[in-house]
């Protein structure tokens, strides 16, 4: 959750004296904290810490624009008297908050922001995945100068204790891969159409429930789980990606029938964020990387994620793969994440601190390919695309075509033995010019499980 | 994974210090560290140290009882030549070494070891469940006043880490129940049962794999996963429990035709350790706290873990349900949690420290129950055993009775509505009275999934 810092030793153990002296008689010494951003999370935040009422923290500072709507809200009302309510951040800045929780998202003017607060000596939680996925380095650096922490177990997988329990307890392995649903809009709309629902009507329903943004292209198109990859793979792979590098695929292109083909397949359909070290002869060591709609085997701990549940499987070299899975959004679950980084730096505590690399991305994968197309259908419409794969040197594993659909606009499968992302892509590139196809081919990436039972 | 230490800033500030000159140029200090016991993890903490090579940190002292043919094994051959071995614990304690990693197990000799390494300013490492759950609390109040830390991730579900990423990032929840797979033996021989094996080409195949122990007690009576369980009530409750005041329930009784019916009724069965908070009038605060096979739904994350695998499921009140589970025993998982406990306390890295109390055990819970009789069929059982459960009042859900079996020796099942513990037991003593009893009835808590999918 911490991200190195050389000189934060002096601060934080600061901080943990005046939090000791805290809980003793006379006048107690408190840490003091600033909550940017009173939406969902951030007064979930002040909620569980009114609740709670851990010693030696207290909520001193909320900032939001327009702050008196939300001060006469019902969530407003259940914060002490005692917090100044402010839409002035120099407020904040220029007060005695020994921690400012972020909780407002985006890069402007946030950046700004924190980098004043960890400047004037203020440690930093926050739940923003795009900060961290594009700024966390230079924040980190940042922090490290000043002496205080930048913490943001939050910003992946919200509630579920991922990047602690990845830094606290997988620091001895070395963890080469890595795989999740970590976008909790994109696993809803996938786990309902699973049952049969289309996917507009699961996108309006998603929206209306407040899962999907009015634009759900940061969800849909795998925008919002390439930065929590980012941050995932940095702390799990110690990797430095430029999120910009890394490969998207909607999962805007996925339809009914391919529901129906995936559990003919023994599998279903998920977005997955997945991430892995490889060494490339005169390359070095390069990461594969990916947020795209995969087949997923229904055996597999991936598959197990419904509705906006988030889950992420880590695979060490020397411990296999561990699960982590639970509510990924919300207010309360996000807010156990950012109290949880609140006591830590509170306390003084720090965790282990290892060596993070820049290093080079592709979105190569060595895997099988499920290959939707869908056709005019007339004789030799399966030689010409098995004679393409072919000249590409991929092998099919299966055809599948379902009985029913009309002869003029058939959906059937074609799926793969393990191939190159690249090899495959080329292929359909040329199969999509093929005078019989409807669609653009639909092309997914079968996740494969690597880590078999020991037993059983 | 620590416990609290006022004084232990100094020491591990001392320790991160020099741990930090380790890694400048010129003779560089390191953290020394001795292993207690050789055997399959201790053997593997070694082999990740000397693959990992993390810097700063030394193997310098392997003890173990007639070593000279562990330094021989192919596992031996492989530690650095500079290492020290020894069979006198006593070289040990009078070395410079910093830290101690105890993997032997059991309360004697090694708690008095430990107690003189602790005494003697050495931090120690432990995977020692049972030391853990019976001692833990004036163990670590020793090495509160020497200043140095006691640390036990790898004691509980190995690889799996649920006890950091429980200390680390659900600190800011507060946390009501915890259930869960820790004894990857039972779970062996249960996942292989609901596959059709019975129990005792099971236990006996799980001995020959070196799953089970000769006396296969510990596992199959659920001492061990009682240890677990304590601990894990410490960290998520937050409550001290007596080991011994838990109550236990052998998997032992259960039979094949138990999975035909629990299938029936949509559920597996596996040994679940699980622990509750409540508030009992004039009582305050208890555990209701069971280790026993239950009745699990094939629906919830508990039914997913397979053979040797663990799963700990923690429900907390702001955060739902967290799941985290992977291979829960064996060398190499075990030695990531040994590993990583290193790195922390060598890098002078704490945990949250939240107050522990001693808490009262019961055994009991509101549950639904499976009863499995096996009787000598004639006409008036079922109105006999559904007039003992009205006695104490306990309604009946289902009654199941498969066709087939002889009427002479006929297997029959019936489930409760929520009822507690001791009313289901005093129901079932009359039963077991009966003169058409062939068996002492079965009686098994069936888990109930409580925290419900917010969609999908």
């Given at each position: 959750m911490a991200i190195k810092s050389k000189q934060q030793g002096k601060k934080t153990a600061a901080t943990a004296a005046k939090l000791a002296k805290a809980v003793?008689?006379?006048?107690p010494a408190v840490v003091k904290v600033a909550i940017l951003g009173f939406g969902t999370v951030g007064s979930s935040v002040a909620a569980v810490l009114t609740a709670s009422k851990f010693p030696g923290i207290e909520l001193t500072h909320i900032f939001n624009r327009g702050f008196e709507r939300k001060r006469r809200s019902a969530a407003g009302k259940r914060v002490p008297a005692s917090v100044v309510w402010t839409d002035d951040v120099g407020v904040i800045l220029a007060s005695d908050v020994d921690v400012v929780i972020e909780l407002m998202g985006g890069l402007n003017p946030v950046e700004g922001w924190l980098r004043k607060a960890l400047a004037a000596g203020k440690s930093v939680v926050t739940a923003n995945k795009q900060l961290i996925a594009y700024r966390g380095a230079g924040l980190a650096r940042l922090a490290e100068q000043h002496g205080v922490q930048l913490v943001y177990g939050?910003?992946?997988?919200?509630?579920?204790p991922v990047i602690p329990g990845m830094l606290?307890?997988?620091?001895g392995d070395t963890v080469t891969r890595l795989s999740g649903i970590v976008n909790g809009t994109c696993n809803y709309i996938l786990s309902r159409m699973e049952t049969g629902a289309d996917y507009a009507t699961v996108l309006a329903d998603a929206q209306q429930l407040g899962?999907?943004?009015?634009?759900?292209s940061a969800d849909v198109d795998g925008f919002d789980a390439r930065a929590k990859l980012c941050i995932l793979s940095r702390i799990a792979l110690h990797a430095e990606l430029d999120p910009d590098a890394v490969a998207t695929q909607s999962i805007a292109a996925i339809e009914a029938i391919d529901f129906t083909y995936a559990k003919e397949l023994g599998c279903t359909i998920r977005q997955i964020s997945r991430a892995q070290l490889s060494n490339v002869k005169g390359e070095g060591t390069v990461v594969h990387a990916r947020v795209a709609p995969m087949l997923v085997p229904l055996a597999s701990p991936i598959a197990w994620s419904h509705g906006t549940q988030n889950m992420v499987v880590v695979s060490g070299r020397f411990g296999g793969d561990v699960v982590f899975s639970g509510h990924g959004a919300g207010g309360e679950p996000t807010a156990v994440a950012v109290v949880s980084d609140l006591l830590a730096v509170a306390q003084g505590c720090r965790t282990v601190q290892l060596p993070v690399r820049k290093r080079a991305v592709t979105g190569e994968f060595m895997a099988p390919h499920y290959l939707r197309f869908v056709v005019d259908d007339k004789p030799g419409i399966v030689s010409a695309i098995s004679g393409a794969l072919s000249k590409v040197g991929a092998n099919i594993d299966s055809i599948l075509q379902r009985p029913g659909y009309p002869k003029h606009r058939l959906p059937f499968v074609v799926t793969t033995e393990p191939c190159l992302t690249s090899t495959i892509e080329h292929a359909v590139a040329s199969i999509a010019k093929m005078d019989c196809m409807l669609e653009r081919p639909l092309c997914l990436q079968m996740l494969v499980m690597e880590d078999k039972e020991d037993a059983g």
């Open positions: 003793k008689p006379g006048k939050a910003a992946v997988a919200g509630g579920v606290q307890g997988l620091s899962y999907a943004e009015a634009d759900p």
